[in-house]
């Protein structure tokens, strides 16, 4: 029944074996299975991590295991109850309502188990689900990655654990009962954070793995940073990742890349980063510039760095069957397959598949093809564009990777792709990398993955989820976040509705960890060649001068107000890599006594030190907003004001409301 090897404590029945074990400070790893063996894969828990002291007692009746602020009784049936050590209190029960003993006070006919293994019929995996019950209904449940909604509290909600365009599944909760709990499992599945019950569900697995630390007087920021130390902390962001990013879709030659970055420099506009989007090459597969359209890369990027501007260079991970490395690729299992129906993943300007990141050896290959058609002429920044991958149906079941079934360890995808480029660029070399990627899984930041928000709409609806998704995914161990600056799908640069939504947008970016503009405006411009990528056309003007004079005088001053920004932000990146502090973060996180900070989901922290309050509707002139405790001065000037109250505040389309914390 109970046992123990070293700081582990085992608990068996039947067929199921259970351990947990410390796993880093105030923290334990539990994982249980059916099989005759426990997995070995650690998943997002690769760190090393610190030898801790902990204590372990069996009794007849239960056993229980002790680390720092967390403590797990096993009772002789089976159920795991976590407690904080400091407060007694309970954090985590396991929900089971079954008739094992008749003296539990929760005995029940239901016959619900905790750990519900159910088989899949010819294989050795099953449907796991995870049960717990509610130890409050009015918890708050934050992290869990990005999903398109403007719920910042996911307390009531039910997600999907897969990926899409615009949503990443990264399975790391902070509640504010001061636990967080990582689902350590990169299958696909379904995570319900029920008022009675919270429930995690892998479709096809063969263990139960999760990761709980505890927090002794319930601060986010000491369960954010634990969970930084066993998942890996972001590198250092390098310095063009503190400025401005350039980017539409799509520049489509090099003439026209270069006189957009001569025209910031004309106009002595600060810009970092431009970027060379998709469709750049002939056919996807070949990892390189089509000479037609790109005659010169090597002169491109030196004229840029003579500008001190880094050049972007857009990666897929798709092949078109049509490229010449379709066919090795193939034969030597390099490429993502189908169970069933044809091998084909995408259909965009082709038939494609995906390069499988989960191999080993595909991540070299795809490495020395960007080795030796871009990072050899000097560019040292990719975007990993399609990093769920995106398929044209996501029909989760029918992908096979290196690693296993999709529906096993499809989650991983993004962060092997990440891994693909980041070994590939320390190795030669490079340090501080930082890659922009469309997803990300548990552990992604360590090999440098600024993830940004996808293909959205450019609405106000939609601008308001991406703060809600932000937020989240700095909750959940992504500290390097971006978005389009504007959203992505339509626009028009001449319509002022649209100048409105853009301006409150751009400002918001000013206050992100990268400011990045993009977008795929509208109307779409001629098609420019035959050969290539050229059908794939480009959107209309994007720069900051193609929206009016007056739209042009706001982008500016919130250009210089990122600059005069830049060492405060490189602050931040540093607490980030040190400690996976994230820069932009919810309220509560600086002020976790302050009730009302655990309420407000509209305004954040950009750092400890300003208060930001962005405008998510059209027309609006006045808005309320939270101060906390403390003293605030505005921004755009005047005098400092005292906090714990609720003000209203002007916000005329100059001006979005942030105030600087005195102090």
Not at 274 to 285: A, K, S, Y
Not at 562 to 590: I, N, S, V
Not at 597 to 611: A, T
């Amino acid at each position: 029944m109970f046992s123990q090897e070293g700081n582990r404590l085992i608990f068996r029945y039947d067929a199921e074996k259970l351990w947990i074990e410390p796993w880093g400070e105030n923290a334990l790893r539990v994982r249980a299975t059916k099989l005759a063996k426990m997995p070995e894969e650690n998943w997002a828990l690769e760190e090393k991590v610190k030898e801790v002291n902990c204590s372990i007692e069996i009794s007849d009746s239960e056993a229980t295991i002790t680390n720092g602020n967390v403590k797990a009784v096993i009772s002789r049936p089976g159920k795991i109850t976590i407690y904080n050590t400091a407060t007694g209190k309970v954090l985590l029960e396991e929900y089971s309502r079954n008739r094992n003993d008749h003296l539990d006070p929760k005995c029940s006919s239901l016959m619900i188990e905790a750990r519900e293994f159910a088989p899949i019929p010819g294989t050795e995996s099953f449907k796991l689900s995870a049960r717990f019950e509610s130890q409050d209904p009015n918890e708050k449940i934050y992290g869990m990655g990005q999903y398109q909604m403007p719920f910042l509290n996911l307390k009531g909600l039910d997600l999907e654990l897969a990926h899409r365009n615009s949503q990443a599944s990264v399975p790391f909760a902070v509640s504010s009962l001061g636990y967080g709990f990582l689902w350590n499992n990169p299958g696909v599945g379904r995570a319900t954070f029920g008022k009675h019950v919270m429930t995690f569900e892998a479709y096809s697995t063969t263990v139960l793995d999760y990761w709980i630390v505890v927090s002794k007087d319930a601060k986010p920021s000491e369960v954010v940073e634990a969970y930084s130390a066993v998942t890996g902390y972001v590198p250092m962001m390098a310095e063009y990742g503190l400025g401005f990013w350039q980017c539409k879709l799509r520049y489509q030659n090099q003439e026209e890349l270069l006189g957009v970055a001569r025209e910031y420099r004309r106009r002595k506009l600060p810009l970092d980063v431009i970027v060379c989007d998709f469709f750049h090459w002939e056919l996807q597969g070949d990892w390189s510039f089509d000479p037609t359209y790109w005659p010169d890369p090597d002169a491109m990027v030196a004229e840029l760095k003579e500008m001190n501007i880094e050049l972007m260079v857009s990666i897929w991970p798709t092949v078109d069957k049509r490229c010449t490395h379709y066919d090795d690729m193939v034969a030597k299992g390099l490429l993502i397959r189908t169970d069933r129906g044809i091998r084909t993943a995408m259909n965009i300007e082709g038939e494609t598949v995906h390069y499988d990141a989960t191999n080993p050896e595909a991540r070299n290959y795809v490495w020395q093809m960007s080795k030796q058609n871009y990072y050899s002429k000097g560019i040292k920044l990719f975007w990993l564009d399609e990093a769920e991958p995106e398929y044209s149906i996501y029909d989760f079941d029918n992908y096979r990777y290196h690693l296993g079934s999709n529906l096993s360890i499809g989650n991983l995808y993004p962060k092997c792709y990440a891994q693909t480029f980041h070994e590939g660029m320390t190795a030669a070399g490079q340090s501080n990398v930082v890659n922009l990627l469309r997803c990300a899984w548990a552990g992604s930041q360590k090999y440098g993955a600024l993830v940004w928000s996808g293909d959205i709409a450019s609405s106000w609806g939609v601008f308001r989820c991406q703060l809600a998704a932000g937020l989240n995914m700095g909750m959940a161990g992504l500290p390097w976040w971006t978005t389009d600056i504007g959203g992505f799908h339509g626009g028009n640069p001449k319509d002022e509705k649209f100048r409105e939504l853009f301006v409150r947008w751009f400002q918001w970016g000013t206050f992100c960890p990268v400011m990045r503009l993009h977008g795929d405006r509208e109307p779409q411009q001629p098609q420019q060649g035959t050969t290539g990528g050229a059908t794939m056309r480009s959107g209309a003007a994007n720069e900051v001068w193609s929206y009016g004079e007056d739209v042009y005088n706001i982008c500016t001053k919130y250009l210089q107000i990122r600059e005069d920004l830049r060492d405060y932000t490189r602050t931040l990146m540093q607490a980030a890599h040190e400690k996976g502090t994230p820069l932009m973060r919810p309220c509560f996180y600086d002020f976790p006594d302050d009730a009302k900070c655990w309420e407000v989901e509209d305004q954040y922290m950009y750092g400890p030190k300003y208060l930001c309050c962005p405008i998510f509707e059209a027309g609006l002139k006045k808005r309320k907003l939270y101060l906390p405790e403390g003293k605030w001065a505005p921004l755009n000037g005047g005098d400092a004001m005292a906090g714990g109250r609720e003000i209203e505040v002007d916000c005329p389309i100059e001006m979005m409301p942030v105030f600087i914390r005195q102090n």
